[in-house]
């Protein structure tokens, strides 16, 4: 397993600012849905979150920004989902270290 002082520093700031993006508790929602391979749209991710439409994709364009999600249209719709499926991982830590 690599080891930190392994990873260059260009690579250090930018996985900063993927968990910048992260840590606010409306994004990690929308990562927990979209574990597992999961695609969804902005319709079913607002529809899930309870939210307006025009904040959840405020909040899918800071994830796709830092390159957390990337999304595929078909249609009208567009479908975000996680980048690397290793982000998948971040949301089972925080679901082991939360009570």
Request: with cysteine.
């Amino acid at each position: 397993m690599g080891q930190l002082r392994d990873i260059k520093i260009e690579d250090l700031e930018y996985a900063a600012g993927m968990l910048k993006a992260m840590a606010h508790p409306m994004r990690i929602a929308i990562l927990s849905f979209l574990e597992d391979g999961v695609r969804m749209s902005v319709t079913e991710i607002h529809q899930r979150l309870k939210i307006e439409q025009s904040t959840t994709s405020h909040h899918l364009g800071i994830l796709k920004d830092k390159g957390v999600l990337s999304s595929k249209r078909e249609g009208k719709n567009t479908f975000y989902f996680l980048k690397n499926d290793n982000l998948s991982k971040i949301i089972e830590c925080l679901s082991k270290c939360t009570p």
